[in-house]
């Protein structure tokens, strides 16, 4: 099936509002305290001259990153229209790590204890980075997507594979740093084994276990967290989960393989992503959701969904 293309046009994306222009704020400030802070590591500025400083270049970026997106009330629909926005946001906190590494490996760096404010800083970047993407991409979705032909709730079956390769990633992080600094650091651990236990806590708790509403054995059935609202659109399937904060994303129809129903669950099959696995038990008549869904797949969208539903009348 040839892909819908959405519009491009953004005059009419919806304005993200104060939340947006907080975040840019954030990121700019994070940026600029970092690069800052790295320059003063090297000249080996006093401690109460660094915060000072820090402090007030923070305060100068939070201020002038928010009235830049402010005044350019269309800068979010633009950046959520990039394919590589995760990458724009996160490349210069990155970069500014990756050079950090290389100074204090060279020698150039005064004092460790600068690490950790610069650490902090490329910290903030990254996470108000991340949710400038996610902000700029909800604001895109807003502007292209019609009225779903169908939507579900989406309570995960199995594995939940995101959740587990956060905590390997928290657990590559905390051998990396045992390995270059000789310390250690629990903390990283200690989070890669909780995000780990919650992944594959389904598997072995069930949803009425006692186990299942603590920290360690997170179950989805136990809260809304686990639900996901999934539509069915001309653009593709839109993912809409119920926990907050949290933003939409966009699955096209091209990356969609496949649909199957089981007694157990609704299963597609993806290309470059997780299969999304659905507990039958929490969707509203599952058969109809699944023929939707090939209709779209064997179709062209929403006209096809139609005609079907007209001859079925």
């Known amino acids: 099936m040839t892909p819908i293309t959405p519009p491009t046009d953004m005059s009419s994306a919806p304005d993200p509002g104060a939340g947006f222009q907080a975040a840019t704020g954030i990121y700019l400030g994070a940026l600029v305290s970092g690069l800052v802070s790295l320059g003063m590591a090297v000249g080996d500025a006093s401690s109460g001259a660094f915060f000072s400083v820090i402090t007030t270049v923070f305060t100068g970026g939070l201020i002038l990153g928010a009235l830049g997106a402010w005044a350019r009330p269309g800068l979010a629909g633009r950046l959520g229209e990039q394919r590589w926005r995760l990458v724009l946001t996160s490349a ?26 610069l650490g902090g800083t ?3 970047a990254l996470v108000s980075g991340w949710v400038l993407a996610a902000m700029a991409r909800e604001t895109h979705l807003e502007s292209i997507i019609d009225e779903p032909a169908v939507r579900w709730e989406w309570q995960r079956v199995g594995v939940d594979v995101a959740t587990v390769g956060i905590g390997v990633a928290f657990l590559a992080v905390g051998i990396g740093f045992w ?20 992944g594959v806590s389904p598997l072995f708790v069930a949803g009425d276990s006692p186990w299942a509403s603590t920290a360690l054995f997170y179950n989805p059935e136990a809260f809304d967290r686990g639900h996901h609202v999934i539509q069915a659109t001309d653009v593709g399937l839109i993912l809409k989960p119920t926990m907050k904060p949290a933003y939409k994303k966009r699955l ?13 669950e609704l299963h597609l099959e993806c290309r470059w992503r997780p299969d999304i696995r659905c507990d039958r038990d929490v ?11 090939r209709r779209y797949l064997k179709g062209s969208g929403r006209e096809t969904v139609k005609q079907s539903q007209s001859a079925g009348n």
């Open 283 to 293: 969707i509203k008549d599952a058969d109809e959701v699944a023929a939707t869904l």
């Open 179 to 198: 390995t270059t600094t000789g310390g250690t650091s629990i903390m990283f651990f200690f989070v890669a084994i909780v995000f780990i236990l919650q």
């Open 252 to 264: 096209p129809w091209h990356r969609v393989t496949d649909v199957t129903l089981t007694e157990r």
């Open 92 to 117: 210069p906190a990155v970069a500014i790590a990756g050079l950090a590494w290389a100074l204090f490996a060279m020698g150039a760096g005064a004092n460790e204890w600068y690490l950790v404010p």
């Open 122 to 124: 490329v910290f903030v």
